[in-house]
């Protein structure tokens, strides 16, 4: 009896190791993708399966290692391996606020001057709009200009005299010179005056925060790993992923593609914001939902990326203008440790490139309707730290969600 009794205590042990070390596993959390016959039959069965697996995906991951643990009681930061970190090369000082090279735009500040030059690669942004406003919104100056056949631009313009001591400079874009424009950079570009009477860009008071954040080592296992949400094991996250790809030899542009398809695919669900509901944030779900916040298309990205061997962060933060958050950082906003975003960063040719899913999709859920936008926006796409910093602060890097 006591021998039957030991060996059902050694299978009980068993079954909870190997449910705690295969909760994780794309067949356990699509169980019923692998048993039909067993989903069509028993669905409350399977989905059982898959809702425990998750659970248990939950526990196992929130448990810290060894060394995580002693940097907890030394508060301090765990140690990465060298060999381990991913050595960021930095761009500084440039005057671009996007550094992807098909649609861009860049600004110089010349005491009275400002020169504004880039590239488009859409007929619907060859003609463009500079408005400078005043600190009270009021228009001081519009000036008008227009891409080359190349779809280059560049218009050098006085900035106009005010008395203010800063003023707002937005950016708007048509497919002709008159009619319908639609903004491209709006309200987080800031000029000040300076003490000699001349103009320059306000730097961002939340960007040294944001830079030792970027700066800092960051592990390429991390950034790799399947989490609960990041679901970068499963199987039809993967096909979709090497689909996208699919002919791409380097990695940018395979993030591009990945980028540009969530942008296009997926919708921002504005009626959650006022729901008691927790709107999608896991990766399979959010693909057959195709409705989410800005965890759900960050988590959706890092899932694509590291199914493809892409490293890949869930960066968590405070955005200006989200969850009636103001439109300019003040004394409040630019120390809080409030998260109210997400976005990500990808590790490509040597440094992490910023990328905000959720601010360059123009779809969005509104009333219970579905609406279209106007395609995937790239203003956030490979994003300058110091233009993102205008309404962007890194607070975490997400490794467990």
């Given at each position: 009896?006591?021998?039957?009794?030991?060996?059902?205590?050694?299978?009980?042990?068993?079954?909870?190791?190997?449910?705690?070390?295969?909760?994780?596993?794309?067949?356990?959390?699509?169980?019923?993708?692998?048993?039909?016959?067993?989903?069509?039959?028993?669905?409350?069965?399977?989905?059982?399966?898959?809702?425990?697996?998750?659970?248990?995906?939950?526990?196992?991951?929130?448990?810290?290692?060894?060394?995580?643990?002693?940097?907890?009681?030394?508060?301090?930061?765990?140690?990465?391996?060298?060999?381990?970190?991913?050595?960021?090369?930095?761009?500084?000082?440039?005057?671009?606020?996007?550094?992807?090279?098909?649609?861009?735009?860049?600004?110089?500040?010349?005491?009275?001057?400002?020169?504004?030059?880039?590239?488009?690669?859409?007929?619907?942004?060859?003609?463009?709009?500079?408005?400078?406003?005043?600190?009270?919104?009021?228009t001081l100056d519009q000036v008008s200009f227009s891409a080359n056949s190349g779809g280059q631009f560049n218009k050098q313009a006085d900035i106009p005299d005010t008395d203010s001591l800063s003023m707002s400079l937005a950016i708007y874009t048509g497919s002709k010179?008159?009619?319908?424009?639609?903004?491209?950079?709006?309200?987080?570009?800031?000029?000040?005056?300076?003490?000699?009477?001349?103009?320059?860009?306000?730097?961002?008071?939340?960007?040294?925060?944001?830079?030792?954040?970027?700066?800092?080592?960051?592990?390429?296992?991390?950034?790799?790993?399947?989490?609960?949400?990041?679901?970068?094991d499963s199987a039809g996250i993967k096909s979709i992923a090497e689909q996208l790809t699919a002919g791409i030899t380097n990695d940018y542009d395979k993030v591009l593609a990945l980028h540009d398809w969530i942008c296009s695919y997926m919708y921002y669900d504005v009626?959650?914001?006022?729901?008691?509901?927790?709107?999608?944030?896991?990766?399979?779900?959010?693909?057959?939902?195709?409705?989410?916040?800005?965890?759900?298309?960050?988590?959706?990205?890092?899932?694509?990326?590291?199914?493809?061997?892409?490293?890949?962060?869930?960066?968590?933060?405070?955005?200006?203008?989200?969850?009636?958050?103001?439109?300019?950082?003040?004394?409040?906003?630019?120390?809080?440790?409030?998260?109210?975003?997400?976005?990500?960063?990808?590790?490509?040719?040597?440094?992490?490139?910023?990328?905000?899913?959720?601010?360059?999709?123009?779809?969005?859920?509104?009333?219970?309707?579905?609406?279209?936008?106007?395609?995937?926006?790239?203003?956030?796409?490979?994003?300058n730290l110091q233009f993102f910093s205008n309404n962007h602060k890194i607070i975490e890097y997400s490794k467990r969600r």
């Amino acid at each position: 009896m006591k021998k039957f009794k030991r060996f059902i205590a050694f299978l009980l042990v068993l079954a909870i190791a190997l449910c705690v070390v295969n909760s994780q596993t794309d067949f356990f959390l699509n169980f019923a993708d692998y048993a039909p016959w067993l989903a069509e039959k028993y669905p409350s069965f399977t989905e059982g399966v898959t809702d425990t697996s998750e659970r248990l995906s939950e526990i196992t991951d929130r448990i810290p290692s060894p060394s995580e643990i002693i940097a907890m009681i030394k508060h301090e930061e765990p140690p990465i391996d060298p060999a381990d970190v991913a050595t960021n090369a930095y761009i500084e000082n440039s005057p671009m606020l996007t550094f992807y090279p098909e649609e861009n735009i860049g600004i110089v500040v010349d005491y009275n001057v400002i020169d504004i030059f880039g590239t488009t690669a859409s007929r619907s942004k060859s003609h463009l709009i500079a408005e400078f406003t005043d600190e009270n919104g009021e228009t001081l100056d519009q000036v008008s200009f227009s891409a080359n056949s190349g779809g280059q631009f560049n218009k050098q313009a006085d900035i106009p005299d005010t008395d203010s001591l800063s003023m707002s400079l937005a950016i708007y874009t048509g497919s002709k010179p008159y009619g319908q424009f639609e903004s491209w950079v709006y309200n987080y570009v800031t000029l000040q005056k300076t003490a000699d009477g001349g103009w320059e860009l306000a730097p961002s008071p939340v960007f040294e925060n944001n830079r030792q954040m970027y700066e800092k080592d960051k592990s390429i296992s991390d950034s790799l790993k399947r989490t609960p949400s990041i679901q970068s094991d499963s199987a039809g996250i993967k096909s979709i992923a090497e689909q996208l790809t699919a002919g791409i030899t380097n990695d940018y542009d395979k993030v591009l593609a990945l980028h540009d398809w969530i942008c296009s695919y997926m919708y921002y669900d504005v009626d959650s914001l006022g729901s008691q509901d927790t709107p999608p944030y896991y990766a399979t779900e959010i693909v057959k939902t195709r409705r989410a916040v800005c965890l759900g298309f960050a988590t959706l990205m890092a899932a694509l990326c590291r199914s493809i061997e892409i490293p890949c962060n869930v960066v968590s933060g405070y955005a200006l203008g989200v969850s009636g958050g103001g439109s300019e950082w003040n004394e409040e906003t630019s120390a809080t440790d409030e998260q109210n975003h997400a976005w990500n960063e990808v590790y490509v040719d040597g440094r992490w490139i910023i990328v905000d899913p959720t601010w360059d999709c123009t779809n969005k859920i509104e009333n219970g309707e579905f609406i279209e936008g106007n395609g995937a926006s790239h203003i956030y796409f490979d994003a300058n730290l110091q233009f993102f910093s205008n309404n962007h602060k890194i607070i975490e890097y997400s490794k467990r969600r």
